[in-house]
């Protein structure tokens, strides 16, 4: 079984400071990594995603991640924060293996607030 | 350019009343899903459709059905819905099991 752990339910960082989100994932087979945003009342929209190759992966909106897989670990960056980047980030998780019925396992989510 | 649309974005329903929210997607995509959202928590799986081909989640309520008449479209069916419905649903899709999911704005669900 897959599973996903962010450490930090509430981040808050200055305007301009580093942004720093951790997750932590178990998973049996080769991940597939995800880091969605969700911005009050909208869906969910995908930041970035690893699936195979390059181990540092780059998003929208100047995010990053880089997969460590002997940390088990797929934390999100983005260098200096902006006002527009206060929202709830969640990492999912997939153990894609072809048998038709994988699941992402999202998560609890963390809450990033930027402090003027 | 919306790719996967959501309506209505708000519904009010009262308590056992029948209620219908609908999803489209414009990607052509094998798999579509449906969430439920609580306040300040993960999206939450009720089940999904391979094709035509429909998969509950073993913990979905059987207040819970849904329908996907063609590739276009599904729709989730609350049967009678009670104040503990009361959540923002989310509709995805994905090219296939396990691939990147994309979701739509939502539709928020208030029960009275």
């Known amino acids: 079984a897959q599973s996903v752990t962010q450490l930090g339910s509430h981040v808050s960082v200055s305007e301009g400071a580093l942004v720093l989100l951790r997750c932590n994932y178990s998973?049996?087979?080769?991940?597939?990594l995800f880091w969605y945003v969700q911005y009050p009342n909208q869906g969910l929209q995908l930041l970035l995603k690893?699936?195979?190759?390059?181990?540092l992966v780059k998003g929208i909106n100047g995010f990053e991640a880089e997969f460590k897989k002997s940390e088990t670990s797929f934390h999100l960056t983005k260098p200096s924060a902006h006002m527009s980047d206060a929202a709830e980030y969640f990492c999912?998780?997939?153990?894609?293996?072809?048998?038709?019925?994988?699941?992402?396992?999202f998560g609890t989510g963390t809450r990033l607030t930027i402090i003027p | 350019d919306a790719m996967v649309i959501q309506n209505p974005r708000y519904q009010v329903t009262q308590f056992g009343k029948p209620v219908t929210l609908s999803c489209s997607q414009t990607?052509?995509?094998?798999?579509m899903y449906w969430y439920q959202q609580k306040s300040s928590q993960a999206p939450k799986l009720l089940f999904h459709?391979?094709?035509?081909?429909?998969?509950n989640e073993a913990d979905t309520p059987d207040n819970f059905q849904s329908r996907r008449p063609n590739t276009s479209f599904c729709f989730l069916d609350i049967r009678s819905p009670g104040l503990g419905d009361a959540a923002m649903y989310l509709c995805?899709?994905?090219?296939?099991?396990?691939?990147?999911?994309?979701f739509g704005p939502g539709t928020r669900l208030t029960v009275l």
């Open positions: 459709y391979y094709d035509k081909d429909f998969n």
């Open positions: 995805a899709t994905s090219r296939e099991t396990g691939d990147t999911q994309y």
């Open positions: 690893y699936t195979t190759g390059a181990t």
């Open positions: 999912a998780v997939s153990d894609r293996r072809g048998f038709g019925n994988e699941k992402l396992t």
């Open positions: 990607l052509n995509h094998n798999v």
């Open positions: 998973s049996s087979v080769p991940p597939y």
